[in-house]
C-alpha cells in the first residue's frame, strides 16, 4: 500500500508517524516546506527567541522512519479517477490519500491588510517581521505604535510577548524617549471570543496591567505603510500585525467538483474523516465542528491511521469523535490562563502548566529525549546585542 500525505504540520506529520509504527507500507509526506513549524511558540520565535523551539527540520523528525519519504512540492491538483495528485511539475500515485492542507490567512476585505500588514503564518513573514524591527532598531527609531489586529489566542500571546520584547529593545539599545508601545484590536464585543467569559476577563486584565492598550468592538478599516484606520481613528507611525482570520485552503475550491464544501469553504467528511473513497482530509480544512486547533488536528491524525489500518486488516473503521481540548494563553513574561471542562488556573502556575502543556504537543511528533533540547530551546534569546 502507497499512502500519500499532503501537509507537513501537526495533522500530516502525525499521519506519517502513526502509519509508520503501524507499519502499512510506503508512506510519502510532501510539504510546501522542509520543515515543520511549531505555531504555539512562534510568538515568542518572532518577538527575539530561539526558532529552535519553532522550526523543526522534517527530515529530523522523521530520520528514524525509512518507510517515510519526504518531498518538497506545492500539491495544485487531485484526479480522483486515477487515484492522482500532482504539482506544476510532477505526479504522484496514492492507494491511500491524506490531505492535511491547513488553512491560510483571511484579510477580511480590509483594505490594504494583505499588501502592508505583517503575518506570523510562515517562517518567512515572521523573519520580515524581525527584518522590520531590525532595522527600527539600527536607526534608533522604533514606530509610536505596534497594532496587533485580531484578539484570538494567537493574537494575545502575540500582543502580550510583543510589549516585553519592545519594552527590552528601548532598554537594550537605550531608547528611552521612545514612545513605543502595543495596542491590540478585536472586533467582537472582548478578546478571546472563542473561549469563555473568564479567560476573556483574566486575558484582558493581564494585557492591561503590562500596559497594551485593548480596543474591542471596532473594526480595522484601513492599513497603509505607516498607518492604520481603527473605527473612525487614524493611528499614524504603526506596524501593523494581521493575526485575525484564517480559511480554508484554497487548494479545495480550486478542485471542485471534487470535493464538496460548505458555505464556508470547508471539505465535507463522512464520519470517518473521508471526503470521498481513499481520500482523507483533515485539520481546519475539514467540516468537523470546532477543529482550528493542533490538537484536534494529531486527534483527528490517529484516528485516520486507526481506519487505514484496520482496512487494510479487513476490519470495520471507525468513526472519529471531536473531543474537548485543553485551551492555554500565554500573556507576557511567565504568565499564562489555562482551561480545562470549565476549570482554569492562571498566573504563573498557569504558565508552568502552559509550558508541559508545550513538551507534550513536541511528544506527539518526536521522542521526549529529541523533545527536550526543543522544549528548552524557549528560555535561549536571539536578541542581536552587536548594534548598541
Known sequence: ?????????????????????????????????????????????????????????????????????????????????????????????????????????????????????????????????????HEEVVRKELDSEYVVIGGGQTGVEFAGALDV??????????????????????????????????????????????????????????????????GENLHPDATVIWTSGSEPNPFYKQNTPTFHLDDQGHVFVNPYLEAFDDVYVIGDSNSVINNDTAWSAVAQAKAVARSITREAQALPKKKFHQGRYI?????????????????????VSGWVVRRWIELYSYCQIMPLKKALPIWRAHDLSEIDTSLD
Open 1 to 133: 500500500m502507497h499512502v500519500v500525505i499532503v501537509g507537513g504540520g501537526f495533522g500530516g506529520v502525525k499521519a506519517a508517524l502513526e502509519l509508520s509504527k503501524r507499519k502499512v507500507g510506503k508512506i510519502t509526506l510532501i510539504s510546501k516546506e522542509p520543515y515543520f513549524l511549531h505555531h504555539a511558540t512562534v510568538y515568542a520565535t518572532a518577538t527575539g527567541q530561539s526558532s529552535e523551539e519553532s522550526v523543526i527540520p522534517l527530515h529530523a523528525l522523521f530520520a528514524d522512519h525509512p518507510s517515510v519519504t519526504l518531498v518538497n512540492d506545492t500539491i495544485t491538483h487531485i484526479d480522483a479517477d486515477r487515484s492522482r495528485i500532482s504539482s506544476a511539475t510532477r505526479e504522484y500515485h496514492y492507494d491511500k490519500l491524506i490531505l492535511s492542507l491547513g488553512s491560510v490567512t483571511s484579510f477580511s476585505g480590509v483594505k490594504g491588510a494583505e499588501k502592508y500588514s505583517h503575518s506570523l503564518k510562515t517562517l518567512s513573514a515572521i523573519e520580515a517581521f524581525q527584518d522590520h524591527i
Open 165 to 230: 520584547y519592545i519594552k527590552n529593545l528601548k532598554t537594550l539599545y537605550r531608547l528611552k524617549k521612545s514612545k513605543a508601545h502595543v495596542t491590540i484590536v478585536e472586533q467582537e464585543p472582548r478578546l478571546l471570543p472563542k473561549l469563555s467569559h473568564t479567560a476573556s476577563y483574566k486575558v484582558t486584565r493581564q494585557l492591561k496591567k503590562q500596559g497594551v492598550r485593548v480596543i474591542t468592538g471596532q473594526r480595522v478599516e484601513n492599513i497603509s505603510k505607516t498607518a492604520v484606520t481603527i
Open 327 to 347: 485551551q492555554s494563553s500565554p500573556v507576557g513574561y511567565k504568565w499564562a490562563y489555562v482551561e480545562y471542562f470549565g476549570i482554569y488556573v492562571a498566573g
